[in-house]
């Protein structure tokens, strides 16, 4: 693409952008640059609503709120596991809104993992969000395995990236499962999960993706590419609030498979209140539920599907790839003498939602950018994440952070802060 590096490109990109108005939808403060909506997304009005109709049917109808209330809740889940489908291709009932990433892994591999004979080993990779391998070596622990020699991880070869071909070479006879972000954390990498799960499949094993940074970022086509399972967060790119609620997919080929760990909002919902002893599973993802639903951390994700509903999510992708080039061609213009590398994919088909940046300074740049108004994130030791999230984040924006942070360079602004990293980070 040819961007000029004059701000009149920003204010014409904006004028021909049709996801512009969806801004209007969130509360930003004034003077914000919110670059971190990969960690926590912003508050919609949409999403403010409906967290007020459940409080709202509380209200009016006490118990009765699980079967009368605008919105029931003994129904909530499955409603947004159908409004969660088409975000990554799958079909509804392969699909269901609970736990969180960690308890929803948790899930996926006590149901999944079943080692036989010689083949044991749960492939990860070295650059995976910690948690997820906490509860990789958690999971083999609890079936008698030992996480030095049965977790096997996939090596970097730069620290950042991973190469698909490494991870197809690690898919040795002896793996019984693997386990795979479908974006990494920090580089912003995505990885080819169609590829991925036909070398996996190949070989007979089963795999899983942890969609925290594509989810609401990209199109995935689950169900198509014959992905076994998924687990993702829904306050990252998908603005549910803090510790909102996460999801969970299975392919139809697995349901009726029994889950790991049992609870009774898995059961058939129709059976769920016979209270009988032994359980009849949903016939759904809906199954890999535990127990009862955290409605008020459900109810903003309705509001704010709808407007992904309303946006399409090709839509987003399209004007997130346009957000992140420009990010990165006005930081190799205006940046290139400050030492910063950019260390995200360059190619689109590559590139997740946010741009990595790496300098020696990271800590106390982005205490220096959050001094003026730019929210990013920091990632120990040295990097900075800024994602222009397409549904909130427009073309001057971009431009603005980009000035904001050439003149806290050219101005040593970040000598002011001290070294290392806050508490949360
Ligand atoms: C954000 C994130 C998590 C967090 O897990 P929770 O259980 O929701 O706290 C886990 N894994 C990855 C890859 C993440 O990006």
């Known amino acids: 693409m040819d961007y000029s590096v004059k701000e009149d490109?920003?204010?014409?990109?904006?004028?021909?952008?049709?996801?512009?108005?969806?801004?209007?939808?969130?509360?930003?403060?004034?003077g914000w640059y919110y670059m971190d909506g990969n960690s926590l997304g912003l508050l919609s009005k949409r999403a403010e609503n409906s967290l007020l109709t459940s409080l709202e049917d509380w209200k009016q109808h006490g118990i009765d709120g699980w079967m009368?209330?605008?919105?029931?809740?003994?129904?909530?889940?499955?409603?947004?596991?159908?409004?969660?489908?088409?975000?990554?291709?799958?079909?509804?009932?392969?699909?269901?809104?609970?736990?969180?990433?960690?308890?929803?892994?948790?899930?996926?591999?006590?149901?999944?993992?079943?080692?036989?004979?010689?083949?044991?080993?749960?492939?990860?990779?070295?650059?995976?969000?910690?948690?997820?391998?906490?509860?990789?070596?958690?999971?083999?622990?609890?079936?008698?395995?030992?996480?030095?020699?049965?977790l096997v991880?996939?090596?970097?070869?730069?620290?950042?990236?991973?190469?698909?071909?490494?991870?197809?070479?690690?898919?040795?006879?002896?793996?019984?499962?693997?386990?795979?972000?479908?974006?990494?954390?920090?580089?912003?990498?995505?990885?080819?999960?169609?590829?991925?799960?036909?070398?996996?499949?190949?070989?007979?094993?089963?795999?899983?993706?942890?969609?925290?940074?594509?989810?609401?970022?990209?199109?995935?086509?689950?169900?198509?590419?014959?992905?076994d399972f998924a687990v993702w967060c829904n306050y990252k790119y998908l603005n549910s609030g803090p510790g909102g609620v996460g999801g969970l997919f299975v392919h139809e080929r697995h349901l009726g498979r029994k889950p790991g760990l049992a609870g009774w909002f898995g059961s058939k919902k129709e059976k769920q209140f016979d209270m009988e002893h032994t359980m009849t599973h949903a016939d759904t993802a809906g199954a890999f539920q535990i127990g009862t639903p955290h409605i008020f951390s459900l109810a903003p994700l309705l509001g704010s599907l709808?407007?992904?509903?309303?946006?399409?999510?090709?839509?987003?992708?399209?004007?997130?790839l346009k957000l992140t080039n420009y990010m990165m061609h006005l930081i190799e213009v205006s940046l290139a003498e400050f030492g910063f590398t950019i260390s995200n994919p360059a190619v689109d088909h590559s590139r997740g939602g946010h741009v990595c940046l790496q300098h020696e300074e990271a800590a106390r740049i982005c205490k220096a950018l959050k001094k003026n108004g730019v929210i990013p994130d920091f990632r120990a030791p040295n990097v900075i994440r800024l994602a222009p999230v397409a549904l909130y984040t427009s073309f001057q924006d971009v431009w603005d952070t980009v000035q904001i942070l050439k003149t806290i360079m050219e101005e040593e602004q970040y000598k002011q802060f001290e070294k290392g990293r806050n508490v949360v980070a």
Request: without cysteine; hydrophobic residues 40%.
């Open 68 to 150: 009368d209330g605008r919105e029931p809740w003994f129904y909530y889940s499955e409603k947004l596991g159908k409004m969660t489908a088409p975000l990554i291709g799958s079909k509804v009932r392969e699909t269901i809104v609970t736990g969180s990433i960690t308890t929803n892994l948790h899930q996926m591999i006590s149901s999944f993992y079943k080692p036989d004979g010689k083949k044991t080993k749960i492939l990860a990779d070295e650059l995976t969000f910690p948690s997820d391998i906490y509860a990789v070596k958690s999971q083999l622990e609890l079936k008698g395995y030992d996480p030095a020699t049965d």
């Open 9 to 30: 490109y920003a204010a014409e990109q904006d004028k021909l952008d049709a996801l512009s108005h969806f801004k209007n939808e969130f509360y930003i403060r004034d």
């Open 153 to 227: 991880q996939v090596k970097s070869r730069d620290g950042l990236t991973l190469r698909e071909e490494d991870i197809i070479a690690a898919m040795a006879d002896d793996v019984a499962l693997i386990l795979l972000p479908s974006v990494l954390y920090r580089s912003g990498q995505l990885l080819d999960m169609k590829l991925l799960t036909e070398e996996a499949h190949k070989r007979g094993i089963i795999i899983g993706f942890d969609l925290a940074h594509s989810i609401g970022a990209i199109p995935h086509h689950l169900h198509n590419w014959d992905v």
């Open 306 to 320: 709808e407007i992904f509903e309303e946006a399409g999510i090709e839509n987003i992708r399209a004007k997130s």
